[in-house]
C-alpha cells in the first residue's frame, strides 16, 4: 500500500490536535533564559581569563605590550591625513608592517622563522584584530589601543584583520549557543571568534560590514 | 525588555507543542522541549530581527537533535517496513496507525524534515534555512523519509523535480 502526500499531512495534524496540557509559564521561561544569559557571561569570562592566562604562559612579555610599544621611540612626523594621531609601531625589526586607515580588510604580512610575534595598534580601543598564518592563529580585542599575539608554526604569512569594536562577534563557546552554525562560523547569529580564523568566515564578516574607517597599523617580529 | 517575547509565547506556544510533539512522539517531552527552546530564545531575544518563528524552529530542532543523541537507547530506524499481508490495511485505521509507526521509526533528520514541510508547511528553502543545511539536503533526506513511508512515488517525481 502507499501513501498520498494528503494523507501524510492529515496524519500529522491529527496526531498533534490534542495540543498541550498546560499553557505557557512565560515567567518560568524568561527565569530558565535569564539563567542561560548568566551562564554564557561567565563562561565567557572565563574563557577569556584561560586565554589571556595561556598568552602570558607562553610569552610573559604580553603582559607588558603596551608598555614595550615603545611609541616614544617612533620617528617625529607629520599627523597623517588618514591616520590621524595613530602611534606608530616600533618598525625597527620589523619583518613587515603596515598602516591602514580602515577596518574589516585583511591585510598579508610576510613572517620568517618559526614563531612570530604580531603587534597591532588600532586607533579605536577594543577593535577585533584577528591574526592568522598556516592553521594557527588568534583573535583578541585592542586592549587600550594595543594587542599582541605570538604565532607559531612557521606561518611564513599573517594575515590580519581589524574589525570594529562593535562587530557581531562572540567569544561564547559552542556549547552554549542556542545555535551554532559551524560551517557559517556563527553562534546565535554573531560571528565566533575563533572562527574568524577561517579565512571565509572573516571575509563573510567583512563583507557583512563593509569598509569602515578605523586607523591601525601592524608589525610582524620574529624572536617570539 | 520583552520587546513582544510574552505576546509571542502566548500566540504561539499550542503550534509549537504541536510540532514539538511530531519530533518527539510524546507530550511531556514536547512541552519541556518548547520551554527550553523558548528559555534559548529570550536569551537571544533582542538580536532576532523580523519575524521569530524561523529562529525558534531552528533552537526547537537543534535542541531536539542534541536531547536525541543522548537520550538515544540504541534504536536503529528500520531502512524497510515489514511487507504487510495482502489484506492488512483494509481497514483506514490500520493504514493510518501503520503510516504514524513508520514517521515513529524514522530518524530524527528525516522526521524533523517530513515534520516541518508537511506540518508547518515550510518550503524546502525554508527548511534548509531552519535546519542549517543545503535544499538539497532536504530533498535527499525528505526524499529517503518518504520512500520510507511508502508515499505515492508520483509525490517523490514531484518533489524531486
Known amino acids: ?224 | 525588555m520583552d520587546d513582544g517575547f510574552a505576546d509571542y509565547v502566548t500566540q504561539r506556544h499550542a503550534r509549537l507543542c504541536r510540532t514539538a510533539y511530531l519530533l518527539t512522539g510524546d507530550w511531556a517531552t514536547a512541552e519541556d522541549l518548547v520551554q527550553s527552546a523558548l528559555a534559548r530564545a529570550w536569551a537571544a531575544w533582542r538580536r532576532i530581527d523580523g519575524d521569530p518563528d524561523p529562529y525558534v524552529y531552528r533552537i526547537l530542532t537543534n535542541t531536539h537533535a542534541s536531547w536525541w543523541r543522548r537520550r538515544w537507547r540504541g534504536e536503529i530506524p528500520t531502512e524497510d517496513l515489514p511487507e504487510p499481508a495482502e489484506d492488512d490495511f483494509t481497514d483506514e485505521h490500520d493504514a493510518r496507525r501503520a503510516l504514524w509507526t513508520a514517521i515513529r521509526g524514522l530518524s530524527e533528520r528525516q522526521r524533523a524534515v517530513v515534520v516541518l514541510h508537511y506540518f508547518e508547511e515550510l518550503t524546502v528553502q525554508q527548511c534548509a534555512g531552519v535546519l542549517g543545511c543545503s535544499p538539497g539536503t532536504v530533498k535527499t533526506q525528505l526524499g529517503r523519509a518518504l520512500r520510507r513511508l511508502r508515499v505515492d512515488p508520483e509525490v517523490l517525481m514531484v518533489m524531486e523535480r
Do not use: N
Open chain 1, 1 to 224: 500500500m502507499t501513501y498520498t502526500d494528503d494523507d501524510l499531512r492529515s496524519l500529522l495534524r491529527e496526531r498533534s490536535e490534542r495540543g498541550p496540557t498546560r499553557g505557557p509559564d512565560v515567567t518560568e521561561i524568561r527565569r530558565q533564559g535569564a539563567l542561560l544569559r548568566a551562564y554564557r557571561w561567565v563562561m565567557g569570562t572565563v574563557g577569556m581569563v584561560v586565554a589571556g592566562a595561556a598568552v602570558l604562559l607562553l610569552w610573559p612579555d604580553a603582559a607588558t605590550g603596551p608598555r614595550t610599544t615603545q611609541v616614544a621611540a617612533a620617528p617625529a612626523r607629520s599627523v597623517d591625513p588618514v591616520l590621524g594621531d595613530l602611534p606608530y609601531l616600533d618598525e625597527r625589526g620589523a619583518m613587515d608592517a603596515v598602516s591602514m586607515g580602515s577596518s574589516a580588510i585583511g591585510e598579508d604580512l610576510a613572517a620568517t622563522g618559526e614563531r612570530v610575534r604580531v603587534r597591532v595598534v588600532c586607533e579605536e580601543p577594543r577593535s577585533w584584530v584577528v591574526a592568522s598564518g598556516k592553521g594557527e592563529g588568534s583573535v583578541g580585542r585592542c586592549g587600550d589601543g594595543v594587542w599582541t599575539t605570538v604565532i607559531g608554526g612557521a606561518p611564513g604569512k599573517v594575515r590580519v584583520w581589524v574589525f570594529p569594536p562593535d562587530a557581531a562577534i562572540t567569544e561564547a563557546d559552542p556549547r552554549s549557543c542556542a545555535v551554532y552554525h559551524a560551517e557559517a562560523g556563527t553562534c546565535d547569529g554573531r560571528y565566533r571568534a575563533t572562527d574568524l580564523l577561517r579565512y571565509d568566515i572573516a571575509l563573510d564578516l567583512a563583507a557583512d560590514l563593509g569598509v569602515k574607517p578605523g586607523s591601525w597599523r601592524a608589525g610582524v617580529y620574529g624572536d617570539a
